[in-house]
């Protein structure tokens, strides 16, 4: 008797955590094709003459929460006005880099919380990179996409949020 309830509830379990797995992984494919499809838009238009993350913010807005994006705006405009000073981002906000890739690969998804990070590697002719370059952080959205960029992570300690609210708070010194 002890045994056949012992395999109900380990047939229960079991049944339960392979009824989540497809759901998470479904969900997981999702966002990675979400940042993939991003990276895939967005690294050309690095290369390309113009300024690529203005270009994002003001095509592909819905891919970004409002404070990331207000944030970013707000960032690029005191940088224009200030163009003998750096007072804002001097690399790119989704790439972390001056010197970009050719591609970005958005691979490793992990659920955090609400959150979803996807590690995005740098990917060239001579190879992917070591160490994820920047980590997305993003989240489901009813919009147009079904999800969207919170912050970008770069390493322990720096996000760019983070960044960006360090900028302000310079500038806002200086005034």
């Known amino acids: 008797m002890i045994a056949s309830c012992l395999c109900t509830l380990v047939f229960m379990r079991a049944a339960n955590v392979s009824h989540l797995a497809p759901i998470q992984s479904a969900e997981s494919g999702s966002v990675r094709r979400f940042v993939q499809g991003f990276y ?11 300024d690529a993350e203005l270009a994002a913010l003001k095509t592909k807005s819905e891919m970004f929460t409002p404070e990331l994006r207000r944030a970013l705006l707000e960032d690029w405009k005191a940088s224009s006005e200030n163009a ?5 981002l001097d690399f790119d906000p989704f790439l972390n880099s001056q010197d970009p890739y050719t ?21 060239s002719k001579e190879g992917k ?3 994820a370059d920047v980590i997305a952080k993003v989240e489901k959205t009813k919009g147009k996409y079904g999800w969207r960029f919170t912050n970008f992570i770069y390493d322990k300690s720096s996000n760019l949020l983070g960044v960006l609210r360090e900028f302000k708070k310079e500038r806002e010194k200086k005034k």
């Open 84 to 88: 003998d000073e750096i007072v804002g």
């Open 40 to 50: 895939d838009w967005y690294t050309p238009k690095a290369f390309g003459s113009g």
């Open 129 to 131: 990179s070591a160490v």
């Open 103 to 123: 591609k970005y690969l958005a691979e490793k998804v992990e659920k955090k919380g609400a959150s979803w990070l996807v590690s995005v590697y740098g990917s």
